[in-house]
């Protein structure tokens, strides 16, 4: 079993992981020279309706942007009971250069909250290959009041990623999921909420590659 890591942004954006002066990061392998291709199979989810989900893959097919414009999870005055959450799923197929295969090391992520006192919030995700069992949650909860931008961080430890099998086709599924809390808040004057902002290619939520040789056949 491998850890989840918690996925979101309006903006999120797949990348070969960040490289060291001596060209590769450290414990996460050696990114493969040639580049990569991510299909976006499916978007759903009551987080990203049809319509309110943008897709751009990035000229040289390194990475995507999905960039969502109805993310928000609300409690309170103005707010139906299904707002309380909201959740998007995603199903990507990444294609690798032949010898080499993946997993996902680290996830930055971020968002803005307004919670009144007494609200809560929370921001969910795991992701897990094809025709493998769902990961448990990683989830960040948040407390009010606040009023601001939140960014959150989940790296797993090198031993504990999980990699795609050598030469199998399998989609990488990212859940993502918010959720907003009445607790002691006035529901009645007030609403809480918690959104994944949009952003762009210089403030985005990461996902990064860890590199790993295939064996030859």
């Known amino acids: ?34 580049k990569i291709v991510i299909d976006l199979v499916t978007v759903n989810g009551s987080g990203c309706p049809a319509g309110t ?28 009971p299904t707002d309380i959450r909201k959740n998007c799923q995603l199903a990507l197929n990444v294609h690798v250069p032949q010898g080499f295969t993946y997993g996902i090391a680290s996830a930055d992520y971020r968002g803005f909250a307004h919670l009144e006192k007494g609200a809560t919030a929370q921001e969910r995700a795991n992701y897990y290959f094809q025709g493998m069992s769902q990961t448990a949650y990683i989830a960040h909860p948040f407390k009010g009041p606040l009023d601001d931008d939140w960014q959150t961080n989940d790296t797993t430890d090198v031993a504990a990623i999980v990699y795609k099998a050598c030469g199998e086709e399998r989609y990488l599924n990212i859940n993502t999921e918010l959720r907003a809390g009445a607790g002691t808040s006035d529901t009645v004057n007030t609403t809480s909420f918690i959104t994944m902002d949009s952003t762009d290619a210089s403030i985005t939520t990461t996902y990064h ?9």
């Open 1 to 34: 079993m491998f850890n989840a890591l918690a996925i979101g942004g309006a903006s999120a954006v797949l990348l070969a992981a960040p490289l060291s002066a001596s060209g590769h990061t450290p414990g996460w392998g050696t990114p493969p020279p040639d």
């Open 209 to 217: 590659f860890s590199w790993k040789v295939c064996p030859p056949k």
């Open 53 to 80: 989900a943008a897709v751009a893959v990035s000229p040289d097919n390194t990475a995507f942007t999905v960039t969502y414009s109805h993310y928000l999870a609300q409690v309170g005055k103005g707010a139906e």
